[in-house]
């Protein structure tokens, strides 16, 4: 037994220098790779794509957070698209695209909102502000609406739902007020099993009632004022639901992130808009559930979905310095990694800093294709991270077939850290 034990330890520890060993492996630069990139207003989007979605190696980078903005308005100016999508509360997100419509309020107001620490950023609220000084100008069918997917806040979606029945149904308005009372951010961590259930049953209702009453509420409101309300009583249930599934919350996760966004694709395909754009964490957009977390992708649910309608652009980075949270302590801190595989730095020496690399004009390439249809060793950093964790490169990155993942990526040599605003 003491032999079994030591010879596990020595396994171990030969692992974890295997590991550590192919941190430092550096790829080949491609000769004349100048040829195979474009800047990010240049992007090509094949003209029936419906959803192109924009993935973000880390949460906490000043230039992918920027992107956004680079990206969304090269797709208003290139593709026509006008409407804008982020992995963010469904809820908070109609206060942002009340505030780029009416401009009521400002732009940090409404971004606090989306009660996301990541999002509480300079780089976001500059975005918001830009979205609503376009809108200030910009023709009635040239207008940009916000939205978002995500479904882990009730306060919102709530608010919505029962001024809506505040017109529609007054009496139901207060019956379901004080039903609902407890489902709320700053108590639905702390709900008992129980009181999660009878929340679930009253959202069951108040989707019945509205699916029953749907002729009559509608013309008390209008068509499109019903659809929101039975979507907010959607995601507050999907919300509920992740709370009595705990351990499949990041499979349910996805699979509501989809939905949602299939519904705000379909919604706004009546409003006259074919095209939506995504933003979000690249493990919520690329299209092979590469996680070792083990749960589908949003992205792999819409690539069946959508097929080829559906163009995922992932990102990659050779040297960072981002913010994360360090859940443990509670606090948010500064981390540096740098990462080397045969994609990036097949590009390190190009004279950008931010480029887009299209895998079908890479494919071109004999050396590029070998690269882009191998695993690479990708970043990939959510909001939660230690200072151990940038020792192994298993713990920032994630193996994947690029374009198997993405339909093209953009490669950022150096990123700097976002500071979140409290």
Same mark, same amino acid.
Not at 138 to 151: L, P, Q
Not at 161 to 185: F, G, I, M, P, T
Not at 369 to 396: A, T
């Given at each position: 037994?003491?032999?079994?034990?030591?010879?596990?330890?020595?396994?171990?520890?030969?692992?974890?220098?295997?590991?550590?060993?192919?941190?430092?492996?550096?790829?080949?630069?491609?000769?004349?790779?100048?040829?195979?990139?474009?800047?990010?207003?240049?992007?090509?989007?094949?003209?029936?794509?419906?959803?192109? @979605?924009? @993935?973000?190696?880390?949460?906490?980078?000043?230039?992918?957070?920027?992107?956004?903005?680079?990206?969304?308005?090269?797709?208003?100016?290139? &593709?026509?698209?006008?409407?804008?999508?982020?992995?963010?509360?469904?809820?908070?997100?109609?206060?942002?695209?009340?505030?780029?419509?009416? @401009?009521?309020?400002?732009?940090? #107001?409404?971004?606090?909102?989306? /009660?996301?620490?990541?999002?509480?950023? &300079?780089?976001?609220?500059?975005?918001?502000?830009?979205?609503?000084?376009?809108?200030?100008?910009?023709?009635?069918?040239?207008?940009?609406?916000?939205?978002?997917?995500?479904?882990?806040?009730?306060?919102?979606?709530?608010?919505?739902?029962? /001024?809506?029945?505040?017109?529609?149904?007054? #009496?139901?308005?207060?019956?379901?007020?004080?039903?609902?009372?407890?489902?709320?951010?700053?108590?639905?961590?702390? %709900?008992?099993?129980?009181?999660?259930?009878?929340?679930?049953?009253?959202? #069951?209702?108040?989707?019945?009632?509205?699916?029953?009453?749907?002729?009559?509420?509608?013309?008390?409101?209008?068509?499109?004022?019903?659809?929101?309300?039975?979507?907010?009583?959607? %995601?507050?249930?999907?919300?509920?639901?992740?709370? %009595?599934?705990?351990?499949?919350?990041?499979?349910?996760?996805?699979?509501?992130?989809?939905?949602?966004?299939?519904?705000?694709?379909?919604?706004?395909?009546?409003?006259?808009?074919?095209?939506?754009?995504?933003?979000?964490?690249?493990?919520?957009?690329?299209?092979?559930?590469?996680?070792?977390?083990?749960?589908?992708?949003?992205?792999?649910?819409?690539?069946?979905?959508?097929?080829?309608?559906?163009?995922?652009?992932?990102?990659?980075?050779?040297?960072? &310095?981002?913010?994360?949270?360090?859940?443990?302590?509670?606090?948010?801190?500064?981390?540096?990694?740098?990462?080397?595989?045969?994609?990036?730095?097949?590009?390190?020496?190009?004279?950008? /800093?931010?480029?887009?690399?299209?895998?079908?004009?890479?494919?071109?390439?004999? #050396?590029?294709?070998?690269?882009?249809?191998?695993?690479?060793?990708?970043?990939?950093?959510?909001?939660?991270?230690?200072?151990?964790?940038?020792?192994?490169?298993?713990?920032?990155?994630? &193996?994947?077939?690029?374009?198997?993942?993405?339909?093209?990526?953009?490669?950022?040599?150096?990123?700097?850290?976002?500071?979140?605003?409290?």
């Amino acid at each position: 037994m003491h032999f079994s034990k030591k010879k596990h330890f020595l396994m171990a520890i030969i692992c974890f220098m295997i590991v550590l060993s192919g941190c430092s492996n550096k790829g080949k630069v491609l000769v004349e790779a100048e040829k195979y990139i474009s800047s990010v207003n240049e992007m090509n989007i094949p003209d029936d794509v419906k959803i192109i @979605g924009f @993935g973000e190696a880390t949460h906490g980078n000043i230039e992918l957070q920027n992107l956004k903005k680079d990206v969304f308005e090269a797709l208003i100016k290139n &593709e026509h698209v006008r409407v804008f999508v982020i992995e963010g509360d469904f809820g908070g997100g109609q206060e942002i695209n009340q505030f780029i419509l009416d @401009g009521k309020g400002s732009a940090e #107001e409404a971004v606090k909102a989306l /009660d996301y620490s990541i999002y509480k950023t &300079e780089q976001m609220m500059d975005l918001v502000q830009w979205m609503h000084d376009y809108n200030a100008t910009a023709s009635g069918d040239e207008k940009i609406f916000f939205y978002g997917n995500d479904m882990q806040r009730y306060d919102y979606s709530k608010k919505g739902l029962l /001024d809506y029945y505040e017109v529609v149904n007054k #009496e139901a308005e207060q019956k379901y007020a004080v039903q609902l009372e407890n489902a709320s951010n700053t108590t639905m961590r702390s %709900l008992s099993t129980k009181q999660l259930k009878e929340i679930d049953e009253v959202l #069951e209702s108040i989707i019945f009632d509205l699916q029953s009453n749907k002729v009559v509420y509608t013309e008390h409101s209008s068509s499109d004022k019903f659809a929101f309300a039975l979507q907010y009583a959607q %995601l507050m249930k999907q919300r509920t639901e992740l709370f %009595l599934n705990e351990g499949d919350y990041q499979q349910l996760r996805d699979q509501y992130l989809a939905d949602n966004l299939q519904w705000i694709v379909e919604f706004e395909v009546a409003r006259g808009h074919d095209k939506v754009f995504f933003s979000g964490h690249n493990g919520h957009v690329e299209k092979t559930s590469a996680s070792l977390a083990g749960y589908k992708s949003m992205g792999s649910y819409l690539d069946e979905i959508y097929g080829t309608k559906y163009f995922a652009i992932g990102t990659d980075l050779l040297n960072s &310095e981002f913010q994360a949270l360090n859940r443990g302590s509670d606090k948010r801190k500064n981390y540096k990694i740098k990462n080397h595989n045969g994609l990036v730095d097949a590009f390190s020496e190009v004279e950008p /800093d931010i480029f887009y690399v299209d895998f079908e004009k890479a494919s071109r390439s004999k #050396e590029l294709l070998e690269i882009i249809k191998s695993e690479q060793k990708m970043v990939n950093v959510g909001d939660d991270f230690r200072s151990w964790q940038k020792l192994v490169k298993m713990f920032y990155t994630i &193996e994947m077939v690029p374009n198997k993942a993405y339909d093209g990526i953009i490669i950022l040599k150096e990123a700097t850290p976002t500071d979140v605003i409290d």
